[in-house]
């Protein structure tokens, strides 16, 4: 099926630093989402973006929906030991109909060394 | 509010045997979607309930199925089954209406032996 490219993979980085990730679509989305998992749970929602150049904050997490509608970043800054986890970004086409499924992305493993 | 919930979180199973798993949706969302999720192919969409009626589905095969009932709770059966089922097996829901989001539940594990 359809995937997304996100990257990187994984970080490794010491606790303070700032984080960048990226995913990006050979198609366009109309909602972009963010979203980290933690071990042995399901994804949780950080961040979701409706419109196109929108970019919202959550606290220390900043997301942007890319003007092409076929890409996002996410950053994370001053990070802390409890940002590590996996953490995946998902299009979607839109509500209704056979649009409303998630694409994911394969995800990035983010680890944070205190 | 309680989130969403999902029974068993963990199961084993044998080649060739059927399971069933549930999914309790978070109160006033109607529409409850089915995902597996691999270290090889990520998370992949199954299929999407709302209001009782399969309104999207993904390329798996039928072996896989599901359904929802009035109270918007959804079970998924997967019969006939293989090792590569193994998965996470996460349900999220929504309201279901447009520019709604979606919330996942802790996920089942199944393990096929």
């Known amino acids: 099926g359809q995937q997304l490219n996100q990257s990187p993979q994984s970080m490794f980085i010491q606790e303070g630093e700032d984080v960048s990730m990226n995913c990006t679509s050979s198609s366009i989305f109309n909602t972009w989402l963010w979203y980290k998992q933690d071990p042995g749970e399901g994804p949780v929602l950080l961040i979701a973006l409706y419109k196109a150049g929108e970019l919202t904050s959550n606290g220390r997490l900043t997301a942007q929906f890319g003007i092409t509608r076929k890409d996002s970043f996410l950053n994370i800054s001053a990070s802390i030991p409890s940002d590590v986890g996996i953490y995946f970004c998902a299009g979607q086409l839109g509500s209704g109909g056979s649009n409303y499924k998630l694409t994911f992305g394969k995800g990035t493993l983010l680890t944070v060394n205190p | 509010k309680a989130g969403v919930t999902q029974t068993p979180r963990y199961l084993i199973k044998t080649r060739g045997q059927q399971v069933t798993l549930s999914c309790s949706p978070i109160s006033g969302h109607r529409s409850v979607s089915w995902y597996q999720q691999t270290p090889g192919q990520g998370l992949q969409f199954l299929f999407e309930y709302f209001s009782e009626t399969q309104r999207n589905k993904g390329n798996f095969p039928g072996r896989f199925s599901g359904r929802q009932f009035s109270n918007s709770r959804s079970e998924m059966n997967v019969s006939t089954l293989e090792l590569g089922d193994s998965a996470l097996y996460l349900c999220?829901?929504?309201?279901?209406?447009?520019?709604?989001?979606?919330?996942f539940g802790p996920g089942t594990r199944l393990l096929v032996l």
């Open positions: 999220a829901s929504s309201t279901g209406t447009s520019g709604e989001t979606q919330y």
